[in-house]
């Protein structure tokens, strides 16, 4: 694969978490900082490796399948593995400026 398609697949998988949101709160999980890495092989596989807000989350088991779903549906990515983690935890330092301003935290 080219490093030009890779990057092609992988803004498209960004543009797609930026319209998955945390349902307590209203920012994407992009922009939240959950999800902490993005690799994709030269078989255009993917793995993500995403937290959530606190392993309470009523979305633990939820959220984690949606992301894999609507990342499968991107065209060329072949398959598609999310793993969940709560090491490091989730804090509100992992969010964009952009999450912050939106939620008022600046």
Request: proline share 7%; glycine share 2%; hydrophobic share 40%.
């Amino acid at each position: 694969m080219v490093n030009s398609e890779k990057c092609h697949i992988e803004n498209k998988i960004i543009s797609e978490l930026k319209n998955i949101y945390d349902p307590e709160i209203p920012v994407d999980i992009y922009e939240l900082g959950l999800i902490y890495d993005i690799k994709i092989n030269e078989k255009n596989c993917v793995k993500i490796v995403m937290t959530l807000t606190t392993p309470n989350c009523p979305v633990i088991e939820s959220l984690p399948l949606e992301v894999k779903k609507r990342i499968k549906n991107i065209k060329n990515v072949e398959q598609v593995d999310v793993i969940l983690t709560f090491d490091p935890p989730w804090s509100r330092e992992f969010m964009s400026e952009e999450a912050r301003l939106e939620l008022g935290l600046l």
